[in-house]
Each structure stands twice: as C-alpha cells, then as structure tokens.
C-alpha cells in the first residue's frame, strides 16, 4: 500500500541494501556423539544420555571445542557424555543472519521430511540464536542483553518425530509461552 511505497522511498534515499544470510556448510569426521533416547529426558545410566548433557555437548560442538579431553595448555578438558557413539561423518550447516520465524518453520519442516526415507542418523537438531543485544525478548518484553544476553532455543528431532526443545534466556527476561 501507501506505507510500502513511503517506507521503500525511505530506505532508497539513505542508501541501504539488503543482506542475504551467510550460509556454511562442513562435515565434522569421526564426531563422538551422545546417544539418545526420544522418551529419556532425564537419561539412563548406560542407556542415554539427558537433555543436559545433549545441550551441553551441542555448545561444545558447535562452539569447535576438542572432545578428546586431553589436556594440553589449559586446566579444563571435555568430552562427550556416556554413552555415545563415534559418527563416521556429521553435517553441520550454520545460518547467519537475520531470519524471519517462518523460515525457521520451514527449514523445521525440511529437517522432518529428513527422516522420510531410512536413514541412519537417529536424531538431528536445529539451534536458533537470537540477537544477543535483540530489544524484544518473548512475549514482547524488554530483552535483558546487559545482563548475559543469552536469547536461543534448541529442537532435537528424533527419527520417530518426537521432538525435545531447549529454551534459554536471560535472568531478567520472561520465560518462553
């Protein structure tokens, strides 16, 4: 309508551009891998392992950290949570950039359609980051980025279409609906 035309002759007189998200694809080899159960949020001693330890482990993934707890010139050493599982290959695929909720939705629903023919991954995941310094948080609150910032949620998509979600925020924000 009038706005759009109005709004689009703002943004062609201070000479803006749009931005496509930056898309990156790798293949982590030889990745230990928690093994879990779709029905086992807590984990089982032996069996699988809790949502904790996934969300954990995930950070530690997606942040490049060694798994391999071996020290060298630092104090602290990780490795992924019992039991797990050695994967030959895992594709990992980061989007960067502003992305509107319904292509989140849509990219959630081609990772569903993943599981349509057999393959042998049981499980895989979609993490969601928010702008750290975001001025909304959920439901239409102020976002407390001063105070840590943390803004994200987390699906893990089983083979049977179960599904886990993962929320964080930050200390002075509502929780999630």
Not at 10 to 38: E, G, H, M, W
Not at 56 to 80: H, I, M, P, R
Not at 126 to 148: C, Q
Request: proline residues 6%; negative net charge.
């Amino acid at each position: 309508g009038a706005e759009g035309s109005t709004l689009m002759s703002y943004f062609s007189k201070n000479q803006t551009q749009a931005l496509k998200p930056k898309i990156t694809f790798s293949t982590l080899r030889d990745l230990q891998c928690p093994v879990l159960q779709s029905n086992e949020l807590q984990g089982k001693p032996d069996e699988s392992c809790s949502t904790e330890e996934l969300f954990e482990w995930l950070g530690a993934v997606l942040s490049q950290v060694s798994l391999d707890n071996k020290s060298s010139s630092f104090l602290s050493t990780y490795c992924c949570p019992q039991p797990n599982i050695m994967v030959e290959k895992a594709f990992l695929c980061t989007i960067t950039g502003f992305i509107i909720p319904e292509k989140i939705i849509q990219l959630l629903e081609q990772l569903c359609c993943y599981f349509g023919e057999p393959k042998l991954a049981y499980w895989l995941t979609l993490t969601v980051h928010g702008f750290a310094d975001s001025p909304v948080s959920w439901r239409e609150s102020e976002h407390g980025f001063h105070k840590g910032g943390e803004n994200l949620y987390n699906f893990v998509i089983f083979r049977n279409l179960d599904y886990w979600l993962h929320m964080a925020v930050g200390t002075n924000d509502d929780c999630p609906p």
